[in-house]
Structure formats: C-alpha cells, structure tokens
C-alpha cells in the first residue's frame, strides 16, 4: 500500500507533535517520504518525535497555524497536507470557546488558503465523530447528523463546512476524516483532559480507581491509532469521487465502557470497581460507526480490530512505565 505515492512528494504534517500527527509522521518517514511537521506544541511534545527528529527526511517548524504566513512558509514545495492541528477535548471547550475557534476555525482557514495559494495537491484533515451531536441513528452514516453538542463539536462541522466551500470554488482537493475515538501508544495519559484509554491505565498502573462519567453504558467506537495512520495515506491517493466528502473512520465495533473497564483491569488485575460519576455535559451518548463510505471511497479497511490494538496499547503503557520506573531508581 505504501508504494503508491512517489517517494518524492512531500507531506506537511500539522499537529505532527500530538499524538495521532507524530504517529502519522513516523509511518511517513519511516517509509522514506519527506515530512514537514508545523506545531506550536500546545499540547504535543517533541519526545513524540524522538524517534525521528534527527533523520534527514524530517523538518520540524515550530509555529502556529493561526499565523497565516507561518502556514504559507510551512507550505512550500509541499504535495500533501495531513492536517491534524487542533485543540480537542469536549469538557475543555465548553471553558473558552473563542480559544477553540480561533485555533481550530481560523487555523484551518489559514492552512485551506495557503494550500490553495501554495497550490497543494490535496488537504486531508482530521473531523470528528462528535459532528454526529444528539443524532440517534446507530450506527453513525454520513448525513445523518443531528444537532451539534459543544464548542468542539462546532468547530469540527465548521471544518467540514469551510473544507467544502474551498473544494467547490477555490478548487483545493480536500477530504475529511471523522475519527471515533483514536488510541494507542503514545497518547497522552496526564490532565483531566486526557481521553479514556490512557486514563485507565495510567489510573490503575498507580493502584488508583479509574473514575467513569455516567453508569459506563455509553458506548464508543474505539478506533486503534494504525487504522487512521493508513486512513490519511489512503486519502491521499483516493479517487476524484472522495474529493469534498467526509468520511467515518471507526473500527466498525460498538464497546461499552464497562466492558473497556473490565478489560483494562483484568490486564493489570486490578480488583477494585471504577468510581461513577454524573455524566458530563456535551457527551455523546452512543458512537458506532459506519464505515462502508470509507470503504467504498478510500478502499480504507480496519486492519488492526479494537482487541488487538487494545492488546498492543496495553503492552506499550506497561513497557513504558517499566522505563520510567528505570529513570526513576
Ligand atoms: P493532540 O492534542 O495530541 O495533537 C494535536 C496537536 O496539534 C498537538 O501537537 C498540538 O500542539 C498541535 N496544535 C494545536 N493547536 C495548534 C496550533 N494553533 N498551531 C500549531 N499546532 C497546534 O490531539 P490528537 O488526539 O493527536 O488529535 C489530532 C487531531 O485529530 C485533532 O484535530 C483532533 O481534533 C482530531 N481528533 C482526535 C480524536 C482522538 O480520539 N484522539 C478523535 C476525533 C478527532
């Protein structure tokens, strides 16, 4: 799959310090692409990157998409745009949504108007499933969106909005991916902005129990971070027909979070019951994908299901704390 673009073109990766853009560029460069990271490490970090941070394939820019020159400097000679530059958290946005527009709107309309002045082949960027709001259709289809839940969420559906505007009249290839709920190594387990998954683990690695929002039947469609990885390769290489669309990108598998729990505490054999607290507001209730869209478009397939990505994120944090504990003694 990774000999279909010409080893000469050039990826911008925005956001490429977080979590799911430096696992993006590690694929890339690993695969011998050249990659352009833009990040103003917010709330990703360099040690992401470590990896590759040295290799000649790789430039880190330090900036800020809301500055629009640092976009159009970050633009040049670029092919493809892996745009995941954003804030998220639902609870967190509910606290400053000016914050959240200016990043996350304004941001993107920078990037969308360098692209199209820099000429980009095509812009993929990241959505989300949160677009899908107060929608109760299960699982989630393209089209079937209900009303919008939070600032976060807004952002996200202006995304798709201003993406579709720039395709139409300004002629800039882009295609959207709405990912449900990533995970896997490298996300970010500390705050209380932290997403699910790490939050479990690093809970119960410190002999602490994991606190739930709600009586843990909501359920999510967690997505194992490989499966979005070789979604924005696919996207870059889809046909015309996938340009201006959006799609879910999802494991196509509905797990509730009482059963994550279990899992996650069967692992470490962690006895005690989760603390359950009130649910908060902006939460979606269920997320299940249809995937048959990207599918049909992208030819994108879940290679990696929930189990066995669960089971290698679990490996990673263990290993993980068994280094830090090293550094530590
Ligand atoms: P993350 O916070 O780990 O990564 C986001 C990155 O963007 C960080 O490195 C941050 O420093 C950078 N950034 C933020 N604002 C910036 C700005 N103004 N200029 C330059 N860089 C900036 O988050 P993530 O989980 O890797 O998410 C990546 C993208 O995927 C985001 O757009 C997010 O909304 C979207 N998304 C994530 C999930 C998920 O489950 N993780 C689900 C749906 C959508």
């Known amino acids: 799959m990774y000999k279909k673009i010409d080893l000469k073109k050039q990826f911008l990766v925005t956001g490429g310090a977080g979590f799911i853009g430096s696992n993006i560029c590690i694929e890339l460069v690993k695969k011998g692409y050249r990659v352009r990271c833009l990040d103003n490490l917010s709330t990703g970090s360099i040690d992401n990157l470590k990896e590759i941070i040295f290799l000649p394939n790789f430039e880190f820019i330090y900036g800020d998409i809301r500055n629009y020159s640092t976009c159009d ?3 040049k000679d670029i092919d493809y745009v892996l745009h995941q530059a954003a804030l998220g958290s ?3 946005s509910f606290k400053n ?52 839940l939070s600032p976060y ?4 559906k202006e995304n798709e909005n201003w993406a579709t505007i720039y395709t139409k009249y300004y002629e800039v290839e882009t295609i959207g991916l709405r990912y449900f709920n990533v995970f ?6 500390h705050g209380m ?10 809970t119960i690695q410190e002999g602490n129990r994991p606190e739930i929002y709600g009586d843990g039947m909501q359920s999510r469609d967690f997505t194992y971070i490989n499966n979005v990885v070789s979604a924005n390769y696919l996207a870059c290489i889809a046909s015309k027909e996938a340009v201006g669309k959006y799609f879910n990108i999802a494991s196509g598998e509905r797990i509730f979070l009482n059963s994550l729990y279990k899992i996650i505490a069967e692992f470490y054999d962690f006895k ?15 997320s299940f994908a249809d995937i048959s869209s990207a599918k049909q478009y992208l030819g ?12 290698e994120t679990l490996n990673w944090y263990n290993k993980n704390q068994e280094k830090e504990r090293s550094n530590i003694s």
């Open 97 to 148: 949504p000016q914050m959240y527009c200016e990043n996350n709107v304004m941001g993107f309309l920078n990037i969308l108007e360098a692209a199209k002045k820099n000429k980009v082949l095509r812009v993929i960027y990241a959505s989300s499933s949160s677009v899908y709001g107060n929608s109760l259709t299960m699982p989630k289809i393209e089209g079937t969106e209900g009303m919008i």
């Open 193 to 202: 902005y932290a997403a699910v998954i790490p939050k479990f683990i690093k």
């Open 153 to 156: 969420a807004l952002t996200k």
């Open 300 to 311: 994108y397939k879940p290679e990696w299901s929930f189990t066995k990505g669960l089971e």
């Open 73 to 75: 400097v970050a633009m």
């Open 272 to 286: 005690e019951e989760p603390i359950y607290l009130e649910r908060r507001t902006g939460d979606v209730r269920d």
């Open 90 to 92: 639902v609870p967190r």
């Open 184 to 189: 896997g190594r490298g996300q970010n387990p």
